[in-house]
């Protein structure tokens, strides 16, 4: 490209990093990803493990639109369990327990073999704009002006990043590299505003310190699926993970060590989440509780080092050891490295289009952590979302952008862009309205199509989605058009599988609506049905089994789109419109939804609020306005 | 003292174009603010930007003379004068509201004139010659509404006082403006926020230690919550009979004083009818008010069986309006023996429920209250003398009784609702219902928070807000969550 040195530069290596450098690359551009050190790229700095509700969602649809985070925790699994299998179809989440350095050194694999890209080790200090303000390429340390028609910023934790231990603290990133403070300075300069966020992490302890015999056994499952659709099911050689509990003596070490405690002398200034307290917020804040939980997890295949889930803190390490030795089986654990508390700074979200691309910067890109989220399924389908549309955006192509209805990617972008956040933002089933139809097992039935039509998902890979979404449909087909009889015979087989007999003819569909029948049950009375692959018979199953509350929520997304499909002008001046509260004024100057039910969503705009913009659109639309609506 | 908002555009190009483009809401409007008619004192008022010079161009101390000045919320006494004539119109007290501490939140000044249409619309003439616009029906609610003074449940409120009948139904409007109804749904929603955050909490936190949650305390609490919204609903239901009246109508054999009832009834409270537009005056109807229930009372001919043609179809057109009516007064003549034709009427208006007048109490009873209960299906047996006035406050309370008890089977902790407002508690009472059945029936708690959200949403659409962050801050607050 004319004066390029790539097409597009991504800077860091994280989970966004690695997404978005795979997406542009696969979508054929040429891209240049920056990072501070090659060992890093794909690291998981806090919990090893991936999934979980709304997380695992998140994954398979990753997975479902070309990108290659499920593929790569599939390959490098050490342990994998299905949870809230008895909570519903909607909530039905994998999680996974990573090998660590399998998976970063798969990652950096598939980085390695990938056409058009290429990994560079740098140290970025700037952004270079053009003179019509938009992005032109980034600046490193080392090379100084790097320039690319689009740049994504994918730098986590690493903006301003201070980390602490008790009453120490020190400038760094979270694997121990420099933090990134030019950068930061420099995005601030270009009128992006930045938020002060906190997150944590637990201490880490030898294997062989610690007495497993004290504690609950967790075991992984022999599963028929995994994380991605192109993956079979789950070995039977896991590795294990182990549960014990805080005690009395371990609250007491925390409560009289509090002095010492960051998080409460004042030291910490940032928002942490709250779905993810240290463990000294825990007791504080809910002294009734007699016991925490904390879970041992191993952070790679044989390895010598065990991550202690729940118990994240900032405490200084003598406390740490003292509390630590307080849990049955740790009595004697050697602490590897005390957990930590990092603040860093990151972009308020709000500063973001739905397509990832800042509004003030056109070509500059952001996501992942440094957009205010957390987790690492989060950043890699920001990265994915970016890359897309960093491609499509030097093609001159329309953004590509998932509604709310369509996938978790959707409800985590809109909420972002939309309400911001004033915490580091987690996926969680409850965040998605919609959460019936965008299950993880439908993942591919959603997305796939997208993902071919944007060029990430291979032919080879399109007809197999194919030939799966013909096996749904067709199944789904014909056990609606099966009539059962309503005779003795059938009354006889029904009463064998547990369930009443029928009142008249009924489909086979409808009687697997019956909560106590499944389709494995419904094998007695339905001897032609055809040999299915599971995943296929679980789609089919509870699209069938759930029809009822499936239709009450396409009415509920109908009810939605009502609001979503009443644009919003590009460029309206709020402080002309009449009826707005001046909260809803700055709001919507601000965030400039493209949509009024993108504008409902905005906290502080009322519904009277939304009354006025109706009444506005209304009145735009009698006057032939409507040309100038939408994006 | 400085008019208007602060609202100074840079007139850029953009800028502009949408200004012109409308949904200007910053003109002035002004209205007459009290029902038409005779009355003692009438309102004119102006709102908007313009409504304090508008108004100062009008108005001059009581010499006529000069032009007066309003104060910020002072009564001011003056004259209002045509501004191009200066020919004085009328009397009048003016009260300055300035923005945004008015109903509109934009500046608003009111003229107290002497009631009657003519003074009043010589002065709204005077106000719209300055200037200022015709209001639209509603509009100053609306524009309430729209500058957030107001919620939408409030906003209907407002129409509700102006409509109201009756010092009750003015009253139950009053209290849903101060937040009646949005407050006792706000109250059961956190409840819903509550369950939903339970159910929220086990799905997204399998591992926290959050508990599984109990199924039978969900279908209880969902049955509860229910049930209390259906409590709510039928207190609403209540607060329409204030707002909307009933009808009753007066049904007898001939000449057993049907009339001179329907006169009693209304001479005794014409002093309280209120003028409500659109009432047609004719001689067999009315409305009146007992015990703060607007009733609309409706004479009718008297039935008996006939042979003649005329008075068949009289007896056919009774026989309608006892179909139309919510209650029925079934007079009977005490002075005269219970007759075959008065217990035909009773057994008609047996199915329609309402009282039964025993009149002529002021002559020798010759039927006693006995004599009548048999036929009487339940209605209550009053006696009275239409002719004496005897009698008849008692009819009333049992009429005002019957038809609060008849439409809801409560009468205490009445709530007014709007027929929007009512099927949204509706609807919200049958999603829960919907949850409960499904817990029951063995649906997952996902497919249960499906319904309990659908009930949320319909409650939302009384309180105007959303529910989802609260969902999450409810989970944060109540549960430790954190591995």
């Not at chain 1, 299905?82 to 350095?101: C, F, H, I, W, Y």
């Not at chain 1, 700074?345 to 003030?360: I, Y």
Request: net charge neutral.
């Amino acid at each position: 490209m004319g004066g390029h040195d790539a097409d597009i530069i991504v800077v860091g290596g994280g989970h966004a990093g690695c997404e978005a450098a795979l997406a542009c690359a696969r979508m054929g551009a040429s891209v240049l990803l920056l990072t501070l050190g090659w060992d890093t790229v794909a690291a998981m700095p806090c919990n090893p493990s991936i999934g979980g509700p709304g997380k695992a969602q998140l994954v398979r649809e990753i997975d479902a639109l070309g990108g290659e985070m499920a593929r790569n925790i599939d390959a490098t699994y050490l342990q994998m369990r299905l949870l809230n299998t008895g909570k519903g179809p909607a909530v039905r989440s994998l999680r996974a327990q990573a090998d660590k350095a399998a998976y970063g050194a798969r990652m950096r694999e598939v980085l390695r073999r990938e056409r058009n890209l290429a990994v560079e080790v740098a140290h970025v200090v700037g952004v270079e704009v053009g003179a019509d303000g938009s992005a032109r390429g980034v600046v490193t340390r080392e090379r100084g002006p790097v320039r690319a028609a689009a740049v994504i910023i994918a730098t986590g934790t690493y903006l301003g990043g201070t980390i602490h231990v008790g009453d120490r603290s020190w400038s760094s990133g979270p694997q121990g590299q420099p933090a990134a403070e030019e950068l930061g300075h420099a995005l601030a300069k270009l009128g992006l505003r930045l938020a002060r966020f906190k997150t944590g992490t637990s201490p880490r302890v030898r294997k062989d310190s610690v007495d497993v015999s004290k504690m609950q056994e967790q075991r992984g499952e022999v599963l028929p699926f995994g994380f991605s659709f192109e993956t079979g099911g789950t070995r039977p050689d896991q590795e294990l993970c182990w549960l014990t509990y805080t005690t009395p003596r371990t609250h007491e070490i925390i409560r009289a060590n509090l002095g010492r405690a960051p998080l409460y002398t004042g030291a910490i200034t940032g928002r942490g989440p709250r779905y993810c307290p240290s463990i000294e917020t825990k007791v504080v804040q809910f002294p009734a509780r007699e016991r925490h939980q904390v879970f041992l997890e191993p952070e790679t295949r044989n390895g010598d080092v065990m991550y202690l889930g729940g118990l994240s803190t900032s405490l200084p390490a003598d406390v740490q050891e003292e509390m630590v030795h307080s849990v049955p089986g740790l009595e004697d654990a050697e602490i590897v490295r005390p957990g930590y508390a990092i603040e860093y700074d990151c972009l308020v979200p709000t500063e973001l289009l739905p397509s990832l691309e800042t509004k003030k910067v056109p070509g500059l890109f952001a996501a992942g952590q440094i957009n205010g989220t957390s987790g690492y399924e989060e950043a890699a389908s920001q990265g994915l979302i970016a890359g897309i549309n960093a491609v499509l955006k030097i093609r001159g192509k329309e953004p590509f952008v998932l509604e709310r209805s369509e996938a978790y990617i959707g409800v985590l972008i809109d909420d972002l862009v939309t309400k911001g956040t004033c915490e580091p933002y987690r996926m969680m089933t409850s965040r998605a309205e919609y959460r019936l139809t965008l299950r993880q097992d439908n993942a591919d039935l959603r997305l796939t199509e997208k993902g071919h039509g944007l060029g990430l998902v291979p032919e080879e890979r399109y007809e197999r989605f194919l030939a799966r979404r013909r096996l749904v449909r067709d199944e789904i087909e014909r056990l609606t058009g099966t009539v059962v009889p309503g005779d003795a015979e059938t009354a006889r087989m029904l009463a064998a599988i547990g369930t009443a007999p029928l009142q008249a003819e009924t489909s086979l569909g409808d009687l697997l609506a019956r909560p106590e029948v499944t389709y494995e049950k419904l094998a007695a009375i339905d001897p032609g049905r055809p040999v299915l692959p599971q995943d296929v018979v679980q789609v089919v199953e509870i699209e069938l089994k759930y029809a009822g509350y499936i239709r009450k929520q396409r009415g509920q997304i109908e009810r939605a789109r009502r609001l979503e499909s009443r644009l919003l002008p590009l460029h309206v001046d709020y402080w002309s419109i009449a009826g707005l509260s001046r909260e809803a004024r700055e709001k919507l100057s601000d965030i400039r939804p493209r949509s009024i039910g993108q504008a409902a969503r905005i906290s502080g705009v009322s519904p009277a609020d939304i009354m006025a913009l109706l009444a506005y659109v209304e009145s735009g639309r009698h006057r032939g306005e409507d040309s100038e609506l939408g994006v | 003292m400085k008019v208007g908002q602060a609202r100074t555009p840079k007139l850029t190009r953009g800028r502009e174009r949408v200004y012109m483009q409308g949904y200007a809401e910053n003109d002035t409007i002004a209205a007459i603010s009290t029902p038409l008619g005779e009355g003692g004192i009438g309102i004119v008022r102006i709102s908007g930007p313009r409504a304090l010079e508008i108004a100062s161009r009008l108005f001059r101390d009581p010499s006529g003379k000069r032009h007066r000045t309003l104060k910020p919320w002072g009564l001011r006494y003056g004259i209002v004068v045509d501004p191009e004539t200066g020919e004085e119109i009328d009397e009048a007290l003016a009260s300055a509201m300035p923005a945004p501490h008015s109903f509109t939140r934009e500046d608003v000044v009111e003229f107290s004139c002497h009631g009657g249409i003519g003074p009043l619309s010589r002065v709204l003439d005077a106000v719209l010659k300055c200037g200022a616009r015709l209001a639209q029906p509603g509009e100053f609610t609306r524009r309430a509404f729209l500058s957030g003074r107001i919620d939408l449940a409030q906003a209907e409120a407002v129409i509700e006082i102006v409509r109201a009948r009756t010092d009750s139904a003015r009253r139950l409007a009053l209290a849903n403006l101060r937040g009646g109804l949005s407050a006792a749904v706000v109250s059961i929603r956190d409840d819903v926020v509550a369950l939903l955050a339970e159910l929220e909490a086990a799905v997204d936190f399998p591992e926290d230690d959050v508990g599984e949650p109990d199924h039978a305390a969900i279908t209880r609490q969902a049955r509860e919550t229910a049930s209390r919204l259906r409590g709510l609903a039928a207190r609403a239901r209540c607060g329409r009979v204030y707002r909307d009246g009933v009808t009753v109508a007066i049904v007898g054999r001939p000449n057993v004083g049907k009339s001179s009832l329907l006169n009693a009834l209304l001479g005794r409270s014409r002093a309280i009818v209120t003028d409500v537009p659109g009432t047609t005056r004719d001689a067999v109807e009315d409305w009146t008010n007992m015990r703060g229930v607007p009733v609309r009372l409706v004479d009718t001919a008297g039935l008996r069986e006939t042979d003649d043609p005329v008075e068949r179809l009289g007896v056919e057109r009774t026989r309608e309006r006892l179909d139309e009516a919510d209650l029925a007064i079934v007079v009977i003549d005490g002075s005269e023996p219970l007759s075959d034709g008065d217990v035909a009427v009773l057994r008609r208006a047996s199915g329609k429920g309402g009282a039964v007048a025993l009149n002529k109490s002021d002559l020798p009873p010759k039927v006693s209250e006995s004599d009548v209960v048999p036929h009487a299906a339940g209605m209550p047996v009053v006696r009275v003398s239409a002719k004496a006035g005897a009698g008849i406050g008692s009819l009333e309370g049992t009429i005002a009784r019957l038809a609060v008890g008849r439409v809801a089977g409560v009468s205490e902790g009445m709530v007014m609702a709007t027929a929007r407002q009512q099927e949204a508690l509706e609807r919200a009472a049958a999603a829960l219902d919907e949850a409960a059945r499904g817990v029951d029936g063995g649906a997952p708690l996902d497919l249960a928070a499906i319904d309990i959200r659908e009930a949320l949403f319909w409650l939302d659409q009384i309180t105007g807000r959303s529910a989802s962050d609260e969902v999450l801050d409810k989970i944060f607050s109540e549960f430790c969550i954190g591995k």
